[in-house]
Structures are given as structure tokens and as C-alpha cells.
């Protein structure tokens, strides 16, 4: 199956041409970059896509609760002439299993319209992204532990990632004890902030670069079709983008590349 990918942009996120290059990149047929606007005037559809890719960036000036704004703008807006909410378009995508990968204003986006967790299929908002501890935006590259034992699409094969942070509101938090033993029971936490090794999460920071709970960079929902996560994969698409890419031997293909490379191989085969 044709494999088509849709980058939402608009608000204020500013990472949708990364996000559009890793979705060409990883084999996409067809990678299209639509302003939030293009869906609420009905202009462009999210049925017409089976790759729905939401950026980061300063999404409503990252200064409103986190993504909050652009929640409520999705959860309570008709598509223009029709009575259709754009929420259903939504949910139709996610009922339909296709795939999405939410990248930090994205993944506040998602756990703010209750998209994940997802915890027995109630669209509920369990969790949330706060301010980190250091109290400052955080801008530095974190090692992350893989999550084998995680149905996520995504990081299938997967033993750790390098990749960067940008935030101030990065904290993953979850409403009660009940609601993180739930992700945690369901193998619902994907990616974890680790030491270099890849394989011992951490709270101490820098490592872990915003105090999140249990060490949690990025959750799935059961069905692994939906991701969300902190860090930037779209930022790690070639051996450039690495910190230290002219004093060390790096493979050409960088680690962000891998999540959307999974995530088109299963799309052409599953979708």
C-alpha cells in the first residue's frame, strides 16, 4: 500500500520540514506538510493519509499549558460548513489504526486530547507534560533506553537511541498511581532517559533533562500504532546532524531515521 504521510504545522511549531525529510527519507510515497487551518477550512482531510506525523516546535507560543490551546482548538472546532468536529477526523484515524508519531509539542498535543495512553481504549487525559524540574528550557542530547518489551511500531529492533532535547515542559507526569501502574503493567513506556550505555534509565540530570517520572521519554498505546516522545528523531536524520559527527566514525543514516523507517515499512505492508 501507498504509504501517505501528513505533517501538520501551524501555531507556532517550526519543525514540520524535518519531520516532511524523514517521512521522504524512510521511503514515503507521498509526505505533505498542512497547516492546521487547510483541516479546519475542510480543505485537506486526515482520511485521505494513513501517516499522521505531528511536530514540535513553540506550538502557541509554548507558553500556554503545553499545548492546551491547540487541544482545545482540535476537541471543539467544526470543519468549516459542515458539522463535522475536527476531533472525529481524529479519532476516526486512530479507530482505523493508522499510524501517528507525536514529537514533544506533538506528544503534549496527543496526552492533552487523551490520545494516549489510550488505557483501555478510554480517550481520558491521564497524563501530562509539565515544566521541567531545572526550572529552564533544556536544550541538549539525551541516550535512551528501548523499551523490547513495548508493542511501539516504531522502535521495533531498536536497543537505544542518541538523540536531542527541546523544551521547558518536558516532565512527564501521569494524574494518579493507578494511571501509571497501567502504562507501566501494559508495557505502555517506550522510551526511557538513560546513561550512555542505553541500558540504565535515570533521574539524576542532566541524563534525565526534565525530572519525568519513572525516567519516561516516550509512551505508545496498545496497539504500538501511536507514539509520543520528547526527544527529536527528525533532528538525527544524517551523520551532520550528530553533536560530534567530525571527531567520531558514525553511520550515514541517523538514529531519528530509524522510527520513521519502521513506521513506513509497516505502513506499506499493514495499512
Known sequence: MAVKAIIIT??????????????????????????ISSLL??????????????PGGFLDG?????????ANRIRHSS???????????????????????????????LVKLGFLPLLNGSYDQIATLTN???????DRWVSLQVNSSSPCIFTRGLAGLYLPVRHGEGKFVTRDAESLEGIEKNNLVALRYSRADFLSP????????NGAVNAIAGICSPSGRILGLMPHPEAYLHYTNHPRWTRERLPEEGMGLLLFKNAVAFARTEL
Not at 477550512?41 to 505531528?54: A, I, K, S, T
Not at 535515570?202 to 533533562?209: A, D, F, L, S, V
Open 62 to 70: 509554548d507558553d500556554l499549558g503545553a499545548a492546551k490551546a491547540a
Open 202 to 209: 535515570t533521574m539524576e540530570y542532566p541524563y534525565n533533562p
Open 10 to 35: 501551524g501555531n507556532g511549531t517550526n519543525c514540520e520540514v524535518e519531520m516532511r525529510q524523514a517521512c521522504i527519507l524512510a521511503g514515503a510515497d507521498k509526505a505533505d506538510i498542512v497547516h
Open 132 to 138: 521541567n524540574d531545572s526550572g529552564k528550557f533544556e
Open 79 to 109: 470543519v468549516f460548513g459542515t458539522q463535522e468536529l475536527l476531533l472525529e477526523q481524529f479519532t476516526r484515524f486512530i479507530a482505523a489504526g493508522k499510524l501517528i508519531l507525536a514529537v514533544c509539542n506533538g506528544f503534549q498535543l
Open 41 to 54: 477550512h475542510g480543505e485537506v482531510r486526515l482520511d485521505d493519509y494513513n501517516f499522521l506525523n505531528l
